[in-house]
């Protein structure tokens, strides 16, 4: 107990030490990791747990929806299709375009804003490694080169800002690279099955 205790003291510290820029870098971060999380649990069931294209068929020819044991891209395409379908062939062969498309859009979303605040978090720590450097000076100003201590502080909140704002950049833009090819194969995927599953509307 008293080791998580110490990690939670030292974790305080770390903030306490890097100044105002940290709160700003910590929600920016939270609501990063939140999105990717978001990202990767939408990814992950629709990898999973898929439907054969000739069951889909199946369904589309029968007009039933998937069983809910099945939340792959087949099954949601199916699904989609079959909520906005109007039951007249030439009508249903574009709802099926739109609904393809609707759903490719759909893989990309939150992906620019990931990368929106992976890409921030170096400029907050090139932020706060401009105030610590603004603090440091204040003190030579004020007390010369010669009070150690008191400069220690400015040093400190430029570098720990800096390290932050990497720490918080460096996952986060391989994480948004990684999502987009995901993304980028899931799209391959629905497109595909989109041109299969025409001839049986």
Not at 9 to 17: A, C, N
Not at 51 to 71: G, W
Not at 85 to 97: A, E
């Amino acid at each position: 107990m008293w080791l998580i205790q110490e990690q939670v003291y030292r974790i305080i510290d770390f903030f306490y030490l890097g100044g105002a820029v940290m709160l700003p870098l910590a929600v920016a971060s939270f609501v990063m990791w939140a999105l990717i999380f978001n990202r990767v649990l939408f990814f992950r069931r629709l990898y999973h747990k898929n439907m054969s294209r000739v069951e889909a068929a199946e369904h589309i020819q029968q007009n039933a929806f998937p069983d809910e044991k099945y939340r792959g891209t087949t099954a949601l395409l199916t699904s989609e299709f079959l909520q906005r379908r109007s039951g007249v062939q030439r009508i249903d062969r574009y709802v099926l375009d739109e609904t393809v498309m609707s759903l490719v859009a759909s893989l990309d979303e939150y992906l620019p804003v990931i990368g929106v605040l992976a890409g921030m978090a170096p400029l907050f720590g090139l932020l706060g490694t401009v105030t610590g450097m603004i603090t440091t000076f204040d003190v030579i100003a004020l007390f010369g080169t010669g009070n150690a201590k008191a400069m220690a502080g400015g040093i400190s909140e430029a570098l720990v800002t800096t390290q932050a704002g990497l720490f918080v950049a460096i996952p986060g833009l391989y994480m948004k690279n990684f999502l987009a090819r995901r993304a980028q194969v899931l799209k391959y995927r629905f497109s595909s099955l989109g041109i299969y599953l025409k001839q049986y509307v």
